[in-house]
């Protein structure tokens, strides 16, 4: 490490800054996510052969995207986020 970035890190940590460990995503196939949607009273139907094969809310979804609602899901309860594992 350069002695600038020790100064650089030190005056942050003065300054009242922290540093947090980030904990890794949570391993999810999509059915583990569907499972959590619906464990959060939200329901998805899974269409195949659909380029957005979700319906959710009223909404065609792609995987990517019911992801995503079950990340902010996931952040509201403070629980760490999904990453797909297909």
Known sequence: MKPSDELAIAEFLK???RILKVEPDVP???QDVLDFLESCGVNAKYFPGDPKPYLC?????????????ANKHRHARCLRPFSLSV
């Open 15 to 17: 300054d009242g800054g």
């Open 57 to 69: 809310e009223r909404r065609r979804l792609s995987l990517r995207a019911l992801v995503e609602l």
């Open 28 to 30: 999810a196939t999509p």
